[in-house]
């Protein structure tokens, strides 16, 4: 079925495209939601009168894309993670940590246009993310991702030692317990011997 786009799609073109698409695509789905209109000279003519206004927010689109594109170029984002001595991650960075940080510095970015390769950094380092923009266009955002010691990334050597140092610190007091109990029978039994 011939369809004409009310908006913007990324799987099939830009407002006031003519495409061809599944009928039950078309019937069932876009249609439906108002993101297509049926193919025929009302319609037609209809987004023929739209044309200098989609033609000028297809243009001022293309200019925001450029702009964030050359922002997005000369950014690098630094993200701060968890991580153990060798540089792993405890978690990783994804796309979703990508965008909260852009936010943070005034970019909007959805989600789903971050591609990291591999789905996420799990490494401490220096990584280039691809950001796809209107129009096919996409920019190579550097991120730098440095490890921060917690707590919990502690090395397992000192763990264990305190460990051990838990474990002989309560074998000591267990013994000074029962010296104390023992001392306490005793001295309950010398009572009694005595009465």
Do not use: C, W
């Amino acid at each position: 079925m011939k369809i004409i786009l009310n908006q913007d799609m990324s799987s099939l073109g830009e407002e006031g495209d003519v495409k061809v698409v599944a009928d039950g695509y078309a019937r069932n789905y876009l249609i439906p939601k108002k993101l297509a209109v049926q193919y025929n000279k009302a319609n037609l003519n209809m987004f023929e009168q739209k044309k200098v206004a989609i033609e000028k927010r297809k243009e001022t689109k293309r200019k925001d894309a450029m702009g964030i594109k050359e922002r997005l170029s000369n950014e690098t984002l630094v993200i701060d993670m968890p991580a153990g001595e060798k540089g792993k991650l405890f978690g990783a960075v994804t796309a979703a940590t990508i965008v909260d940080e852009l936010n943070k510095i005034g970019l909007v970015i959805e989600k789903k246009k971050v591609e990291i390769a591999g789905n996420s950094i799990k490494l401490t380092g220096t990584y280039t993310v691809k950001v796809k923009l209107y129009g096919g266009e996409s920019a190579d955002l550097k991120v730098t991702v440095n490890g921060v010691q917690t707590e919990g990334s502690e090395s397992r050597s000192s763990r264990k030692d305190d460990v051990k140092a838990e474990e002989a610190v309560v074998a000591e007091e267990a013994v000074a317990t029962e010296v104390n109990e023992s001392e306490a029978v005793e001295d309950s039994s010398a009572e009694e011997t005595d009465n």
